[in-house]
């Protein structure tokens, strides 16, 4: 066998580990449960599973849509209306935007510091373009569809709930709203939207099935079955929240 | 056959290490993948330069001493084999070849592509056994194991603790090593005991030494040589939440 | 090679009586450590695989201060964690007729009446206890569906006494081990130093003081004391190159204690392992085993024509040799290991053998395949075939296995007494590196029991016997001082060499010599040829090796070059060994020593002893007889026809 060797110039280059004796003890002292990776993810999984049952209801509402405008709008009063007089105008619906909020800001915190520990426990890249080896794709754009997702609800809200950005403006009918903002002319709204949902079940199809295994739910029998509630549920979602603007943008509801 | 080997070189610790191409030819297809270094390495002693210094023990697969990341996959691409046992015939004639050691912080590079596992162990030392003193041990049929539990128990426990698992893991995490120790003594009536506490301590062990999070990407499970399946993780996980709700 | 014979070794501390009583006797007998007195005790442990880890674990469990050694970056890694079958114990959970005097009496006449009887006794007896604590520790064995330990016949057992974790028992015993050993060393009771060699022992006043290491990371030369030190380092089996050993297994550690004083009983007795993979080229690095159990369906052939190129499916059964099923009809494929295996060598060396340079007979399923349907054969063997296809990229589902015989375990050692104590006070040696329970031959499934024997319940209850007398004070540095000037000036010359060869090439060289003149079959001729020729590579080595980098920073080159300047020596004792040992039995044949049917013949008026050989400063080697008695089991000459 012969053997000639070349030096690879600009190829990727670990960083210069201190010496033994003064490096820094690596070993750090165990904290509590939200410091630990195991709680992080708990704190995601539990987050999760109360932004997805909000994502029920939000798809529940959406498809009333179909039921008329007068049915929407009388759906979208209830929210603010519901648990009055006992208590004030509103009360639910900011009870429920407090925990979602909360959730968002959890989730979040939770996926940023955990990305922030992966990227520390792996400071030097491979050379090789790493090749997936496990079945799935969406598992790799969770951090990725996770920021889609949040770009798309700010806008989501200034066009929808804000008016901010919708032709109908704030002082309209949620109907009027969401009829015009998925107008046939603004078929790139629409599309935005879908390419949002799908995101949004991606992010689902990985995050419901991963809930149930951060929370230690999922075990060798049950597997095949919550991939299959994984699945559905998210294809529940993309097609409940995809009908009202394709309606809307073809013309069947009008 | 002829390859051209891209191989990451690292004098020590201290090294910034970088990448070395090396073409190798007449190289047999019957040799395994560590025989055509050890031949590679036989040539560079003749010529007086320092030979690749590599992990390697068994040679059979068993040890879990030994481990590259080939072409950006941990062991490489044939599937629930360790590098040892893998066979140049699975290569093309004339194929270019990247030979790195496992990335992660918590496995430091010694030299080249050997690594230092030494937080494996001291996952193991925070909970990883049963605590029985020799000869204290009740007769082995005194507490009868469900033929199933044992057959998981098993199949959990024949981890390597290669690092692979590591290695691909696009967080860096050791879950599947961690849990494949935690979910073996899990199952068994003999693990029952300190089942709890193993899990938090493991765990909490785990995190100290720097390894990522796990994302459920099941990276580690497909270059598992032994194929741990992913639910160790979700045993582990469950564990941990009542160890903490205790 | 010259050698001289002294004096016989007639006491071996085995208690007196009964031979079921010896053990208890012993136990009780051996002084205890007051437990604040552990505490000031230190011992070292070399190895980490079932006999060291164990018995690494058991010490500190009992309150010792350990310093537990290894070369590999991990306990966990030791090559007991290979082993594929599985783990003898006189359970008797079949009442198949199994008991304690039945595993003691295979055992004796398997090692071909060349074991003691008292040690082998309280292997058996011990044998049991292993299970129990394996078992409590989680090591997950194979079970029925009742929830009980399941076992097989193994190694042509007739009583099912193998308990098995599938093709991984080692594995799991070894873990169960390392757990244990990681929890003393959490504990603080062991402390741990991974990739650390021995390269000499501490003597110091007649006692084993200590050792001196070399941090592999750094190339530091360390010197750690201790009121004992333990040798766990396995068996030499590497002195062949090729073997189913793992690639770091040396003698080193051994030879050193060997040359500080402690006699080498046995180097000669070589188990050859029939059912391994064919060594496929030059290149090859190290041979793998397939479990034995293969045999049970399997049938082994060779062509009956010499030469016969044609594919193994075109040669019709006529002209087809199931050569074991002709010459032995009552046990046909399924005789010992060291009779299948020379069978396997007589055939190739008639011309007849198969695959790459005539070395490998076909180990064939067809009949299996067609007799039990492909799906039972692949319930019962497919991890086996698989890993067979991953190594030769052939199917054994369609082409027969090729195999051929490999060394495989060493039952010589450093010579031990009933205590597992060298003739070197202090020095304590277990598991394969010492020469003890398995006299010429091993049986299947017997290494493992031994390794946890060792080193969960014998020694540390005999060690304590001696540490009783200690902590044995300050170490003579002048001592130290040659220990660690031997040491440093072996890798400066090492270094300093820089000739035209390889380590790898000297070692390749060497393990060819020894295994085509002391290997499966040896003559006065051939041990001559060899003992002559080691000599001359040896001089070569030391002209003409080049080890290149430094030795102050990871070198593996270095770390083998050390190696194999052992190997020499020791290639050397085993051949003399074997020269010496004019008669056939177990492991070792002399070709000259045979009956009419060409089987071995033992000589047990001239050699019914061990042969402990002492290391003499001169280099001639002084032979001491320790003669070998049996009360309980009949000599008798195996048959298997």
């Known amino acids: 066998m012969n053997v000639t060797a070349t030096i690879e110039r600009g190829a990727a280059t670990a960083p210069v580990i201190p010496p033994k004796g003064e490096e820094k003890p690596r070993a750090k002292r165990p904290g509590g449960f939200l410091t630990s990776s195991n709680g992080k993810k708990a704190v995601m999984a539990v987050t999760g599973a109360v932004m997805v049952l909000f994502l029920v209801g939000h798809m529940l509402g959406n498809l009333k849509i179909f039921a008329g405008r007068d049915s929407f709008d009388e759906y979208a009063l209830a929210l603010r209306t519901l648990l009055e007089p006992i208590a004030p105008y509103r009360t639910l619906l900011t009870l429920v935007e407090i925990v979602l909020v909360v959730s968002v800001v959890l989730h979040m915190w939770a996926a940023i510091s955990l990305s922030r520990r992966a990227a520390a426990a792996r400071p030097v890249k491979y050379a090789a373009r790493k090749k997936s080896q496990a079945k799935g794709y969406a598992t790799h754009i969770m951090r990725f569809g996770g920021i889609t997702i949040a770009l798309f609800v700010v806008w989501h809200l200034l066009d929808l709930t804000f008016g901010v950005v919708n032709p109908k403006g704030f002082d309209s009918s949620p109907a009027d709203r969401m009829i015009a903002g998925f107008d046939p002319s603004r078929w790139y709204v629409t599309l935005l939207y879908i390419v949002a949902v799908a995101m949004v079940g991606l992010h689902l199809r990985h995050g419901i099935w991963s809930a149930f295994q951060t929370l230690g739910v999922a075990n060798r029998d049950r597997n095949r079955a919550l991939r299959a509630v994984a699945g559905l549920g998210s294809a529940v979602l993309v097609i409940g929240f995809l009908a009202p603007p394709l309606a809307i943008t073809f013309g069947v509801v009008q | 056959m002829n390859l051209t080997l891209k191989v990451w070189r690292q004098s020590g610790p201290k090294d910034r290490g970088r990448m070395v191409t090396y073409r190798v030819e007449d190289v047999s297809p019957d040799m395994s993948f560590l025989e055509m270094l050890d031949v590679l390495n036989e040539r560079l002693i003749l010529e007086g330069d320092d030979p690749i210094a590599f992990d390697h023990d068994c040679r059979e697969g068993i040890c879990g001493m030994c481990g590259m990341v080939i072409n950006g996959v941990a062991h490489g691409e044939q599937v629930a084999t360790t590098t040892c046992q893998l066979h140049m015939r699975h290569f093309e004639d004339g194929a270019t070849i990247t030979i790195e050691p496992w990335r992660a912080a918590p496995f430091p590079v010694i ?125 582990m996980n469950s564990d941990y939440l009542k160890a903490n709700a205790k | ?100 005097y039945r595993l003691f009496y295979d055992t004796v006449k398997g090692g071909d009446f060349r074991a003691r009887e008292s040690n082998v006794y309280r292997l058996a007896e011990v044998s049991v206890n292993i299970i129990d604590q394996a078992v409590a520790q989680g090591v997950p064995f194979a079970r029925e569906y009742g929830g009980l330990l399941d076992t097989r016949s193994f190694g042509g057992a007739q009583v099912s006494r193998t308990f098995y974790a599938r093709g991984q028992t080692g594995q799991q015993l070894l873990l169960g081990a390392y757990q244990a050993l990681e929890r003393q060393i959490a504990a603080g009771t062991v402390e741990m130093f991974t990739r650390h060699e021995m390269l000499d022992l501490i003597v110091s006043d007649g006692r084993a003081r200590g050792v001196i290491v070399r941090d592999m990371v750094t190339g530091d030369i360390e010197r750690h004391f201790a009121d004992a030190v333990v040798l766990a380092t396995g068996g030499y089996g590497n002195v062949f190159y090729l073997s189913t050993n793992a690639k770091g297994c040396n003698t080193t550690a051994i030879w050193r204690a060997h040359e500080r004083g402690a006699y080498f009983a046995n180097p000669c007795y070589t188990q050859i392992h029939p059912t391994c993979i064919p060594v496929s080229g030059d290149h090859q690095s190290k041979l793998t085993l397939m479990s034995e159990s293969l045999r049970n369906d399997g049938r082994v052939w060779v062509p009956l024509r010499k030469n016969d190129s044609r594919a193994p499916g075109d040669i019709p059964d006529a002209e087809r040799d199931y050569y074991l099923e002709r010459i032995y009809p009552a046990f046909g494929n399924l005789v010992p290991r060291d009779i299948a295996s020379r069978a396997a060598k007589n055939v190739c060396d008639e011309g007849r053998g198969v695959g790459p340079g005539g070395l490998g007979v076909y180990l064939d399923f067809r009949d299996a395949i067609g007799r039990l349907g492909r799906d039972a054969v692949e319930k019962k063997y497919g991890n086996l075939f698989e890993m067979y296809e991953r190594i030769t990229g052939e199917n054994p589902y369609e082409t027969p296995m090729r195999i051929y015989p490999a060394v495989h375990y060493t039952m010589g050692g450093l010579w031990v007494d009933y205590d597992l104590q060298s003739t070197v006070p202090g020095l304590f040696v277990i598991g394969e590196a010492n020469f003890s329970d398995h006299g010429a031959n091993r049986l299947g499934a017997s290494a493992l029991m031994q390794g946890l024997a060792d080193g969960y319940f014998v020694l540390p209850t005999t060690i304590g016997d001696y540490l009783a007398d200690g902590p044995f004070g300050d170490v003579d540095e002048e001592a130290v001082a040659a220990a660690e000037v031997a040491v440093r000036t072996k890798i400066d010359r090492l270094m300093s060499v820089n000739g035209t060869r390889t380590p790898d090439s000297f070692h390749r060289e060497l393990g060819k010599l020894m295994w085509d003149y002391c290997g499966m079959d040896r003559t006065e001729e051939s041990l001559r040829k060899a003992l002559e020729r080691i000599p001359e590579l040896r001089q070569e080595f030391w002209e003409n090796v080049k080890v290149t980098g430094v030795a102050e920073e990871l070198n593996q080159t270095l770390e083998k070059a050390g190696r194999v300047a052992d190997f020499f020596d020791l290639a050397e004792l085993m051949c003399l060994d074997a020269l010496v040992r004019s008669e056939s039995c177990g492991g070792h044949f002399r070709a000259e020593s045979q009956d009419s049917d060409g089987e071995a013949l033992r000589d047990d008026e001239n050699f019914a002893h061990v042969s402990a050989w002492e290391h003499s400063p001169d280099g001639t080697p002084v032979l001491h007889k320790e003669p070998l008695e049996y009360e309980y089991v009949k000599m008798s000459q195996r048959s298997y026809k």
């Open chain 3, 1 to 100: 090679m010259n050698f001289v014979e002294g004096a016989e070794i007639r006491d071996t501390k085995a208690p007196a009586g009964p031979i079921e009583e010896r053990w208890e006797k012993r136990k009780f007998g051996a002084r205890l450590v007051n437990p604040a007195n552990k505490r000031k005790l230190d011992v070292i442990v070399v190895g980490t695989g079932l006999a060291g880890g164990s018995a690494a674990a058991t010490l500190g469990e009992l309150g010792y201060n350990v310093k537990s050694f290894c070369y590999q970056d991990s306990p966990r890694r030791a090559h007991s964690i290979a082993a594929q079958g599985g783990i003898n114990a006189a359970k008797n959970y079949r009442g198949d007729g199994d008991s304690i």
């Open chain 2, 111 to 235: 030299k080249d592509l050997v690594v230092d596992r030494s937080s494996f162990d001291r996952i193991i030392q925070a909970g990883g056994f049963v605590s029985v003193p020799a000869g204290s041990a009740p007769d082995a049929h005194s507490v009868p194991v469900r033929k199933e539990d044992a057959d998981a128990a098993f199949d959990a426990a024949t981890c390597i603790g290669c690092g692979a698992c590591v290695a691909a893991c696009p967080n860096g995490s050791a879950s599947l090593f961690t849990a494949a120790k935690i979910t073996h003594l899990s199952l068994l009536p003999q693990g029952q005991p300190e089942r709890l506490s193993r899990a938090k301590a493991m765990v909490d062990q785990m995190d100290a030494e720097g390894f990522g999070g796990c994302t459920n990407t099941g990276e580690c499970t497909a270059v598992c040589p032994k194929g741990i399946p992913l639910d160790t993780i979700a045993q």
